[in-house]
């Protein structure tokens, strides 16, 4: 069954039930239901009237949604797919309160569903970026003067990037981004990272932060002195400057406060954005997001940290 094409088309379609329905299945399951979602018996029937599976391993009865962001949810399908639909191709993300409005659910309810969705857009991939590579870092955090008086003092208690969250961020030229919340900006906290992403012999570009010192021994490793330049040829790291525009963009004019508890999740929504920009449609990037909801349940508790911790 095709997906729509435009947010329009995508209304219409998944009004129907079972247009949603089908739709889901297509997209968990491309090959067909092979096994149980809880036991991995390949036994099983399906109970048309009620949209369920009864499974002849655990003698259990499972939903389309088990074991995925779904799980647990009251609300419909069509609302889940239309909130897909918008923080998949929104290009400065979308607000709680805006998807509440739209899809006339609480705030709370559309803050929750966003969460779980920016869940199934992070990135498992462990193949290492090659080629040309930039590395660079910044700081997250909210301007003093912007805030109430009560957050401010609770939040602000030095100077400088003191209270603001560091995000590291490694980008093959060409290729995709990759990003994480940091501790510091220490020699071994950075270049663990990079290690960890770049693979060896790729041509490196990174400012002149001393924390980089060292790289070259693996690699092709050129700085660019912000304090002198922006731009040698080819040494620079404006691709990932670009990126950090966006992702600044998106948090001071649509979400305007981010707590650093959640911000990682922030990041794995404008990368799963950035990393599809090209050669990919509204159709295929819902798509791509549809195809990573199993596996990735995630509890209210959890979100709010009462739960087990919540990390990549």
């Given at each position: 069954?095709?997906?729509?094409?435009?947010?329009q088309e995508a209304i219409i379609h998944f009004s129907d039930p079972d247009r949603a329905f089908q739709c889901a299945i297509n997209l968990r399951w491309p090959n067909g239901i092979v096994s149980c979602p809880r036991c991995g018996s390949e036994k099983h029937a399906f109970i048309k009237t009620r949209r369920i599976w009864e499974c002849y391993g655990c003698k259990r009865q499972f939903s389309l949604k088990?074991?995925?962001?779904?799980?647990?949810?009251?609300?419909?399908?069509?609302?889940?797919?239309?909130?897909f639909w918008l923080l998949c191709n929104c290009?400065?993300?979308?607000?709680?309160?805006?998807i509440a409005s739209s899809?006339?659910?609480t705030q709370k309810s559309a803050w929750f569903m966003m969460h779980?969705?920016?869940?199934?857009?992070?990135?498992?991939?462990?193949?290492?970026l090659s080629g040309e590579v930039e590395a660079d870092e910044t700081f997250i955090g909210g301007k003093a003067r912007n805030m109430h008086i009560s957050k401010r003092q609770r939040r602000i208690t030095g100077t400088g990037p003191k209270d603001k969250v560091a995000v590291m961020g490694i980008l093959e030229r060409g290729g995709e981004?990759?990003?994480t919340v940091i501790a510091n900006r220490k020699k071994k906290t950075l270049q663990a990272e990079v290690k960890k992403h770049v693979e060896a012999g790729a041509a490196l570009y990174t400012d002149a932060l001393l924390s980089y010192d060292g790289l070259a021994s693996k690699y092709a490793h050129q700085v660019v002195d912000h304090a002198v330049e922006y731009v040698n040829g080819r040494i620079h790291t404006n691709?990932?400057?670009?990126?950090?525009?966006?992702?600044?963009?998106?948090?001071?004019?649509?979400?305007v406060s981010v707590e650093p508890f959640h911000l990682y999740r922030y990041l794995d929504e404008q990368s799963f954005r950035y990393n599809r920009r090209?050669?990919?449609t509204p159709k295929t990037r819902f798509e791509a997001a549809m195809r990573n909801v199993a596996g990735k349940r995630l509890t209210y508790n959890e979100l709010i940290g009462n739960g087990a911790a919540t990390t990549h």
């Open positions: 069954m095709e997906t729509p094409n435009t947010l088990v074991g995925t962001i779904f799980e647990d949810s009251p609300l419909s399908l069509d609302k889940w797919m239309c909130g290009k400065n993300g979308v607000s709680s309160c805006e899809l006339g659910i779980r969705i920016r869940k199934a857009m992070h990135d498992e991939s462990i193949t290492k981004v990759r990003t691709g990932l400057e670009n990126f950090w525009s966006l992702l600044k963009r998106g948090i001071s004019g649509t979400y090209l050669g990919m």
